[in-house]
């Protein structure tokens, strides 16, 4: 008996400590917006209630703009003017709503408080973000993150590749964006980024998925045994599902009489047997065709 509850209690805590070393998908770093109010001065009211009933939308993606690391502020104001006429289109008076917006935004010292204060936050939050990647309280990828803005993830990748002839894993990803600051320029962080990946002599797992889906027989697939790497541990973790194989599969009924479509949602981890890790999230729609979806049943092949 006594041997029994020894047994049981191992495999008890094998499990649980399973459980516990697979860690949760990140959540997304939050970038706040409130709509087309303009913090500057000499700012009518009539001005930005214009703006607020046509162009909340575009005044929210001026807000987040302002939060995406790597982004200028003149990129951004010059966004929300394209944005700005594409909503427009040929009506003059609409446009000449939005120019007089861009050109207060422009000249106004306290909008370039407000994106100074705003990249600031988002380097902060950036920092926090990636420090619990590295200490593996949750997994994630910099693809996954919309507040780095892709010129800074395509440097990386291009300094990689030119020095090292490979592209980085996304923990080499996330150590290159954290020397990222939002007080310097551009350059300065292109120049530490290049001397880091010069001197970079690891050799880390780099994950290489491929997907095979048949949407009549319901099968999915992720294929993630051609990565690259020696003694390659894989741990997927899929909508809370856990799996250790080089693959994540789904098969469900071939030929159902309704179709469905499913998400497929979390991320796979790659360790090395030096303890070096790569992550690759997974957000994919799979819809499987079924038999009746059209108008009538079609027959099985």
């Keep these: ?54 162009f909340e939308g575009e005044c929210n993606k001026h807000d987040r703009c302002y939060q995406t690391l790597g982004k200028t502020r003149y990129q951004c104001d010059k966004e929300f003017k394209e944005d700005g006429y594409d909503e427009c289109s040929i009506n003059v008076a609409c446009r000449g709503i939005v120019k007089l917006a861009y050109d207060e935004l422009r000249d106004s010292s306290e909008a370039q408080e407000q994106y100074d204060k705003a990249q600031l936050k988002s380097k902060k939050r950036s920092t926090a973000h990636i420090n619990e990647v590295m200490a593996g309280q949750c997994v994630d990828d910099p693809s996954n993150q919309v507040i780095y803005d892709h010129t800074l993830t395509d440097y990386v990748k291009l300094a990689y590749n030119n020095r090292k002839g490979r592209d980085p894993s996304s923990f080499e990803q996330y150590t290159m964006l954290k020397k990222f600051s939002s007080t310097a320029s551009i350059t300065d962080w292109k120049g530490i980024v290049s001397t880091a990946v010069e001197n970079d002599n690891t050799t880390p797992p780099l994950i290489k998925i491929t997907k095979f889906s048949d949407r009549h027989l319901a099968n999915y697939r992720l294929d993630a045994s051609n990565s690259t790497g020696s003694g390659l541990i894989y741990n997927w973790n899929i909508n809370n599902q856990a799996s250790t194989s080089p693959t994540y599969s789904y098969s469900g009924t071939p030929y159902p009489m309704r179709g469905y479509t499913l998400h497929f949602k979390g991320y796979l981890l790659v360790e090395n047997g030096q303890g070096e890790k790569d992550a690759r999230t997974v957000d994919d729609y799979f819809s499987v065709i079924g038999l009746c979806d059209g108008a009538t049943c079609t027959q099985i092949p």
């Design 1 to 54: 008996m006594n041997t029994f509850r020894l047994l049981f209690a191992f495999i008890f805590s094998a499990i649980l400590a399973n459980s516990v070393l697979a860690a949760p998908l990140c959540e997304e770093i939050p970038r706040e917006v409130n709509g087309c109010t303009l913090d500057v001065n000499n700012v009518s009211d009539w001005l930005e209630d214009m703006l607020s009933s046509d």
